[in-house]
Nanobody
Framework: QVQLVESGGGLVQAGGSLRLSCAASGRTFSSLAMGWFRQAPGKEREFVAAITGPGGSTRYGDSVKGRFTISRDNTKNTVYLQMNSLKFEDTAVYYC?????????????????WGQGTQVTVSS
């Protein structure tokens, strides 16, 4: 079983930046593909970003390309989401996710493990 704990959410003005962190435990971290998803009120869950276990490949949702960066530190069992140039429409609960399969995160968007979520609110 994998446990994921997000942190770093909060309130920020449009144009500002935030960095989310997700600490993982329960499995060899470098064997896990990691991702971030988000869900705004009344909307479906949306893929944000993903990164392979070794960290060599990343993928982004169209709405965040060029503004968000996913990274990981395998020595700290932590994945990050740096969010720049935030917009009001980025407001959502952000969830960290993990899976042993890259395809389940990037292709199927159905990872096995989820964090509890952290709220990001962007004021306009």
């Amino acid at each position: 079983q994998v446990q994921l704990v997000e942190s770093g959410g909060g309130l920020v003005q449009a144009g500002g930046s935030l960095r989310l962190s997700c600490a993982a435990s329960g499995r060899t971290f470098s064997s896990l593909a990691m991702g971030w998803f988000r869900q705004a009120p009344g909307k479906e869950r949306e893929f944000v970003a993903a990164i392979t276990g070794p960290g060599g490949s990343t993928r982004y949702g169209d709405s965040v390309k060029g503004r968000f960066t996913i990274s990981r530190d395998n020595t700290k069992n932590t994945v990050y989401l740096q969010m720049n140039s935030l917009k009001f429409e980025d407001t959502a609960v952000y969830y960290c996710a993990a899976d042993g399969s890259w395809g389940r995160i990037w292709v199927q968007k159905q990872p096995d493990y989820w964090g509890q979520g952290t709220q990001v609110t962007v004021s306009s």
